[in-house]
């Protein structure tokens, strides 16, 4: 069972350059998510998705799409990359549940230069 | 919204010695509370959760934490840190929502 599997692991990007992070889960959840991880802000949720074909926003949106195409994946688009955008980035799912804690990828480390 | 407090950045413990993470949290309903360990270059994993009835929660790798409703805290604690629970530790809350939110993490150093 693979959990969350989260491509790629390392990323460096130049400022206006466009890239997808994709994820993937195989274990059938609703719900997943993604987070941005900064040093000393903890984990801020960038995009949800409680269904295929259902997104929304979190808490620092701006610069990121989603799309839920289909339950096992949700990948998040970065259109024109920023310098503010350098940070770890962690792909979480969790069965529908309100209660039900996060399973989290490994992270993708994103620097944009 | 909910929110999350972890007052102390950084803890360091000496291996034995027993370790208790603060955690407060800002909601108005009963909350969803989670801990969370973090080792470096690696994703998050669930330490142990609360979302009702008994406030005395057991968790994995002998953590166990307590909700205080009364003093919004839900905080983590160890009786005898191992070399290997050096790591960083987010506490989290939830509600009858999608939203989860961490704190800013506490990180761990245990020295010999």
């Known amino acids: 069972n693979a959990g969350v599997t989260q491509t790629p692991k390392f990323q460096v990007l130049k400022t206006g350059q466009s890239m997808t992070l994709q994820c993937a889960q195989d274990?059938?959840?609703?719900?997943m998510s993604w987070y941005r991880q900064d040093p000393g802000m903890g984990l801020r949720l960038i995009h949800y998705?409680?269904?295929?074909?259902?997104?929304d926003q979190g808490e620092v949106p701006n610069g990121y799409n989603v799309s839920r195409s289909t339950t096992e994946d949700f990948p998040l688009r970065l259109l024109s990359a920023a310098p503010s955008q350098t940070s770890v980035y962690f792909c979480?799912?969790?069965?529908?549940?309100?209660?039900?804690?996060?399973?989290f990828g490994n992270g993708t480390r994103l620097t944009v230069t | 919204a909910q929110s999350v407090t972890q007052p102390d950045i950084h803890i360091t413990v000496s291996e034995g010695a027993s370790l208790e993470l603060r955690c407060n949290y800002s909601y108005g309903a009963t909350p969803y509370l989670f801990w969370y360990v973090q080792s470096p270059g690696q994703g998050l994993q669930l330490l142990l959760k609360y979302f009702s009835g008994d406030t005395l929660v057991q968790g994995i790798k002998g953590f166990e934490a307590e909700f205080k409703r009364s003093q919004s805290s839900f905080n983590l604690r160890k009786p005898s840190v191992h070399w290997s629970d050096a790591a960083e530790y987010f506490c989290a809350v939830g509600s009858n929502d999608y939203k989860l939110s961490f704190g800013a993490g506490t990180t761990v150093t245990v020295r010999a």
């Open positions: 979480a799912s969790r069965p529908g549940a309100y209660n039900s804690p996060l399973h």
């Open positions: 274990m059938n959840h609703e719900y």
């Open positions: 998705s409680v269904g295929a074909g259902i997104t």
